[in-house]
């Protein structure tokens, strides 16, 4: 059974934008929010300001599998929401920076599972 569930409707990212909890680094802002399920939703954002939609669709894809990397390490129950900043410019955006930035974010959301030390 997949750990993630894309949010898909409007009014489902509305709710997270509203009532979660806002972290931001230089890059990438996410939103989370508890769902009460053993199910994490994830939704990600990408502003037309941002460029075409070929660079948008480019962006979306380097969150998506930096997403997947990380998804393991996650705690279950909560929806987020992963807003690419206005200001990126997405030609030199580096899956890297990206992995990065989301690893950080989540670990200061406190989302991510503690890793065992040796």
Excluded: C, H, P, W
């Amino acid at each position: 059974m997949k750990k993630t569930e894309m949010l898909k409707k409007n009014y489902e990212f509305k709710k997270v934008l509203t009532k979660g909890k806002f972290l931001s680094k230089e890059k990438i802002g996410i939103v989370v929010l508890k769902n009460n399920k053993n199910i994490n939703f994830l939704g990600i954002a990408v502003s037309t300001k941002n460029g075409k939609s070929f660079l948008r669709n480019k962006a979306k894809r380097l969150i998506r599998e930096s997403y997947k990397i990380l998804e393991k390490r996650l705690i279950q129950g909560n929806s987020i929401v992963i807003l690419l900043k206005k200001n990126v410019d997405i030609k030199n955006l580096k899956f890297k920076e990206v992995f990065y930035e989301m690893e950080e974010l989540f670990k200061d959301a406190k989302i991510i599972k503690k890793e065992d030390v040796l």
